[in-house]
């Protein structure tokens, strides 16, 4: 799934974690394993997929 992973340790603990993909969803379900640990930063069309999924599970478990 991932092309060319490109890592970077934070002086705060935390992690940049740069990959390209060749399958949205498939990266969508990998990183759901990190919960809120994880935070999608770039491309934004997939942060606002991923918040899209978010609310609608929300909204489901209301």
Same mark, same amino acid.
């Given at each position: 799934?991932?092309?060319?992973?490109?890592?970077?340790?934070?002086?705060?603990?935390?992690?940049?974690?740069? $990959?390209?993909?060749?399958?949205?969803?498939?990266?969508?379900? &990998?990183?759901?394993? +990190?919960?809120?640990?994880?935070?999608?930063?770039?491309?934004?069309? $997939?942060?606002?997929?991923?918040?899209?999924?978010?609310?609608? &599970?929300?909204?489901? +478990?209301?």
């Amino acid at each position: 799934m991932f092309v060319h992973p490109r890592m970077t340790d934070n002086k705060d603990g935390s992690m940049i974690f740069e $990959v390209t993909v060749n399958n949205e969803k498939e990266f969508i379900r &990998w990183i759901l394993q +990190y919960g809120p640990a994880a935070e999608i930063l770039e491309p934004a069309s $997939v942060r606002e997929t991923f918040k899209s999924q978010l609310a609608q &599970w929300t909204e489901m +478990y209301k």
